[in-house]
């Protein structure tokens, strides 16, 4: 038989380190979710149907932005399974895994901004608007244009293509919109000293009970 080849020489100089794709690397889940390790309480991003414990089978619907209570985040279990162990707050007292993806610790977030947009979840995008202008100090003088605004962040890509307003939307992007009194207002946003929507601000104006088939405020903490 012929004696096989020598193996190359190593080469010289610096050499290309082959890297794992990021999905798979064991530090990602610690990285995406350093923000919600160590709370005790945590908030559902995108509202969400869970099973119910029991003889016959049952189902719960989590709202977006509803109050949960951690009672089990071992860092091996978020690292291997990416869910957190939860306790719903109010009947009927919902207690299992959820996605560590779909909670945050803080609602006003990038990271809750980011999820609704990848789940094209309208009704939780209305819902983070609606925190955000409490903390702004903001109402709503026209429901029609805060809807059509939400519209245009959940454009498909080929959409946003083609429009100004259909661009990728970031959590400053969102927030240099809410303190543009031009773009507010186009939003139907008014904010203490706006001109615009005065006359009807001043009066109570009722909200429109269902902009997305079903959205309804869930009982929260304060913010």
């Known amino acids: 038989a012929m004696p096989m080849p020598p193996p190359p020489p190593p080469p010289r100089g610096p050499q290309e380190v082959a890297l794992v794709p990021r999905i798979e690397s064991g530090f990602v889940a610690a990285n995406s979710f350093a923000d919600i390790l160590g709370s005790r309480r945590l908030f559902v991003v995108s509202s969400t149907t869970v099973p119910l414990g029991g003889t016959e089978p049952r189902q719960t619907v989590l709202e977006s932005f509803e109050e949960m209570q951690v009672l089990g985040m071992p860092q091996l279990a978020l690292l291997t399974t990416g869910h957190v162990l939860v306790r719903q707050l109010q009947a009927p007292f919902f ?13 006003c977030s990038s ?5 609704l947009l990848e789940q094209r979840d309208r009704g939780g995008f209305l819902l983070l608007l609606e925190r955000l202008m409490e903390r702004l100090g903001c109402s709503v003088v026209c429901w029609d244009r805060l809807g059509a605004f939400a519209d245009t962040c959940h454009q498909s890509p080929e959409q946003a293509a083609g429009s100004s307003q259909g661009a990728e939307l970031d959590f400053q992007a969102l927030l240099a919109r809410l303190h543009d009194r031009e773009l507010r207002n186009e939003a ?14 001043a009066v109570e104006m009722e909200r429109p ?9 869930p009982a929260r903490a304060n913010l």
């Open 95 to 107: 207690t299992g895994w959820l996605e560590a993806r779909n909670l945050v610790a803080e609602p």
């Open 111 to 115: 990271r809750a901004l980011e999820r």
């Open 188 to 201: 139907g946003i008014r904010a203490p000293g706006d001109a615009y929507g005065r006359r009807t601000a």
């Open 209 to 217: 009970g269902d902009m997305n088939g079903s959205v309804r405020m």
